[in-house]
């Protein structure tokens, strides 16, 4: 069957699929279900029920929302949403929340570009809670597809916390570039509770190869002369921190977090696009481990394997620590 031919089947389908509402389930009155089991069990109840032999669903991620689960599955490379209940008792073709009012800017924009091997950057400030709280996100999906793709914590190109920020900014860059293997074991220290020196020692980072990094970098930027001198800040109130000024200017960077991916920054909202610069608008994107590969596995030509591995769809209260979210979070330090 040819590609056109499958999207007229699967659009047919999935009409069907909207008009009837929902589908009831055959498995009540069992012990409650995992999240995974009730996605599980509405992606096999799609295959047996209401797709044709020849198309197959599969499942790349379930997050809890309030009263629901909201599922994201693929059929034939194309990815869907739906909704089933907790309970496992019935299963929504799409789901609309009537208290939000539908904006333009809530109208998915944009499409990921896609690469054999994706380049990711998160920009942050390393005190910026938000920031953190991105990084708590990231780094179980660095580890998962870091040698699948380029990924990379970068620095936005100002200070909004003060010497402390610089002087852990320098860190971070340069354990990345002279000790790269150590880093995710530094950060995953560092944002548990921001004690540094600890962190130094228990993660074996060679501190005089680091400085010597740190003084070089210095000499090179005028960081720490720049500090000193607030005629040179932006807009009289924030120190530069211009190590990675050209990108911070190719990709509009506005604030910690920004994700770029493929030379497109992600945003949940138009609104939050920088002007003129290439941006992917993906509305209700959450920040959670789980929500961040599937976005990163979509700049793929072929995904890798790992990409069907599930993440936690936990996310990270802002901050240090590795306290939970109360719900879902897209603020930045700007």
Same mark, same amino acid.
């Given at each position: 069957m040819n590609k056109k031919n499958i999207t007229i089947l699967l659009s047919a389908f999935l009409c069907l699929f909207l008009l009837g509402g929902f589908w009831f389930f055959n498995f009540r009155n069992q012990d409650k279900l995992s999240t995974q089991e009730v996605a599980q069990k509405a992606i096999d109840y799609l295959n047996n029920n209401l797709l044709p032999e020849e198309l197959s669903a599969s499942l790349v991620s379930a997050v809890e929302k309030e009263n629901v689960i909201?599922?994201?599955?693929?059929?034939d490379d194309?990815?869907?949403?739906?909704?089933?209940?907790?309970?496992?008792?019935?299963?929504?073709?799409?789901?609309? =929340?009537?208290?939000?009012?539908?904006t333009q800017a809530e109208e998915a924009q944009g499409e990921i570009a896609k690469s054999e091997k994706p380049d990711v950057s998160l920009f942050?400030?390393?005190?910026? /809670?938000?920031?953190?709280?991105?990084? &708590?996100?990231?780094?179980?999906?660095?580890?998962?597809?870091?040698?699948?793709?380029?990924? =990379?914590?970068?620095?936005?190109?100002?200070?909004?916390?003060? &010497?402390?920020?610089?002087d852990e900014n320098l860190r971070q860059y340069c354990i990345q570039k002279e000790q790269e293997e150590k880093y995710n074991n530094y950060l995953r220290c560092f944002i548990e509770?921001? =004690?540094?020196?600890?962190?130094?020692?228990?993660?074996?980072?060679?501190?005089?190869?680091?400085?010597?990094?740190?003084?070089?970098? =210095?000499?090179?930027?005028?960081?720490?002369?720049q500090y000193e001198d607030q005629n040179t800040w932006l807009?009289?109130?924030? /120190?530069?921190?211009?190590?990675?000024?050209?990108?911070?200017?190719?990709?509009g960077v506005g604030g910690? /977090?920004?994700l770029v991916i493929n030379g497109a920054v992600i945003s949940v909202l138009q609104e939050y696009c920088p002007e003129g610069k290439e941006c992917v608008v993906i509305p209700g994107m959450e920040r959670t481990p789980e929500e961040y590969k599937r976005i990163i596995c979509q700049a793929f030509?072929?995904? /890798?394997?790992?990409?069907?591995?599930v993440l936690s769809i936990d996310g990270f209260a802002a901050g240090f620590g590795l306290e939970k979210s109360e719900g879902p979070s897209n603020a930045s330090c700007q």
């Open positions: 909201k599922l994201i599955f693929s059929i194309q990815e869907y949403s739906s909704y089933v209940t907790k309970n496992g008792d019935l299963f929504f073709a799409e789901g609309i =929340d009537l208290n939000e009012e539908i942050i400030m390393s005190y910026c /809670p938000y920031g953190l709280q991105a990084q &708590k996100v990231f780094l179980p999906v660095n580890e998962l597809l870091g040698d699948k793709a380029n990924i =990379d914590i970068r620095f936005v190109n100002y200070i909004m916390h003060g &010497k402390e920020e610089i509770d921001g =004690d540094f020196e600890s962190c130094l020692v228990s993660t074996n980072i060679n501190q005089n190869k680091m400085n010597d990094c740190i003084v070089e970098v =210095d000499q090179s930027y005028n960081i720490y002369s807009g009289g109130s924030y /120190p530069r921190f211009d190590i990675e000024l050209d990108l911070n200017e190719q990709y910690s /977090p920004t030509i072929n995904q /890798p394997e790992e990409c069907s591995q």
